[in-house]
C-alpha cells in the first residue's frame, strides 16, 4: 500500500545479532503496529503505538523492543536474533480502535534468522 | 480473552463454485468483525467488514453476516475465480476488550482451479 512501506522486504541474519526493521506512514495515523506471521498461527501482535513515545506490548512481545520518535516511523529491533524469530513480519496502521476501524498493512519483512 | 476460529485450510475449489469459509469468535463485549485477504507475497488488505449484530458486509461478490446468536461471521461468495485464489484471514476488534486492537484467525487457504 503506497501510504505504508516496510524495510527492508528481505533479510537474513545470524544468531545471537541485533536486528532492526522500519515502518514508514504518510498517512498521519496515530496507531501503529508490529505484527508477525507464522504458519498455522495467523498473525500475531508483537508491539503497538498509540502516539509518539507511546508503546506497548502484544502477546508475543519477548525478545522485541521498539521506538517510535516519530509519528511516521514505528521501528521494531530483535535485541539478539534466535531462530525462533525467523518469521515475516507485518506493520499495520489504523486512525483509530474499534468501531470498525480496519487496519492498513504494509507489504512485510521476510526475515531468516541462521 | 477474545479469540477468532477459522476452518483450516486448504481449500481447493473449481471455478465457479460456492464458497463458504466458516469463522466463529469468542468475545466479552461487543466486537465488530472483519475478513482480510491475503495475495501470494502481499501484505493483508481488508475485504468486508461489519460493526454490529445482523450486519451483512460486501465486497467483490463476497458476503459475510454477523451473528450473534451464532457467534459467526462465515464467508461466502457465490463463484469463485482463480483470481480468489488467497489466503483469508477473520478478525474481530473489541474496543471494550484488549483496547480494540485486531485478533486474527489462523487463516485459511483458498486456491481455485481452472
Known amino acids: 500500500d503506497a501510504g505504508i512501506t516496510q524495510s527492508p522486504r528481505h533479510k537474513v541474519t545470524e544468531t545471537g545479532t541485533p536486528v532492526t526493521l522500519r515502518c514508514h506512514q504518510t498517512?498521519?495515523?496515530?496507531?501503529m503496529y508490529w505484527y508477525r506471521q507464522d504458519p498455522g498461527h495467523g498473525l500475531r501482535l508483537i508491539h503497538y503505538?498509540?502516539?509518539?513515545?507511546?508503546?506497548d506490548k502484544g502477546e508475543v512481545s519477548d525478545g522485541y523492543s521498539v521506538s517510535r520518535s516519530k509519528t511516521e516511523d514505528f521501528l521494531l529491533t530483535l535485541e539478539s536474533a534466535t531462530s525462533s524469530q525467523t518469521s515475516v513480519y507485518f506493520c499495520?496502521?489504523?486512525?483509530?480502535?474499534?468501531?470498525?476501524?480496519?487496519?492498513?498493512f504494509g507489504s512485510g519483512t521476510r526475515l531468516t534468522v541462521v | 480473552g477474545n479469540s477468532v476460529t477459522q476452518m483450516e485450510g486448504p481449500v481447493t475449489l473449481s471455478e465457479e463454485a460456492f464458497l463458504t469459509i466458516n469463522c466463529t469468535y469468542t468475545?466479552?463485549?461487543?466486537?465488530?468483525l472483519f475478513w482480510y485477504v491475503q495475495y501470494p507475497g502481499e501484505g493483508l488488505q481488508l475485504l468486508l467488514k461489519?460493526?454490529?449484530?445482523?450486519d451483512k458486509g460486501s465486497n467483490k461478490g463476497f458476503e459475510a453476516t454477523y451473528r450473534k446468536e451464532t457467534t459467526s461471521f462465515h464467508l461466502e461468495k457465490g463463484s469463485v475465480q482463480v483470481s480468489d485464489s488467497a489466503v483469508y484471514f477473520c478478525?474481530?476488534?473489541?474496543?471494550?476488550?484488549?483496547?480494540?486492537?485486531?485478533?486474527f484467525g489462523q487463516g485459511t487457504e483458498l486456491s481455485v482451479k481452472p
Open positions: 499495520a496502521i489504523s486512525e483509530g480502535q474499534g468501531a470498525g476501524y480496519g487496519y492498513t
Open positions: 498517512e498521519n495515523h496515530r496507531y
Open positions: 503505538s498509540y502516539g509518539v513515545k507511546d508503546t
Open positions: 468475545a466479552t463485549g461487543y466486537p465488530s
Open positions: 461489519a460493526t454490529k449484530a445482523d
Open positions: 478478525a474481530l476488534s473489541d474496543l471494550y476488550n484488549q483496547g480494540g486492537k485486531l485478533i
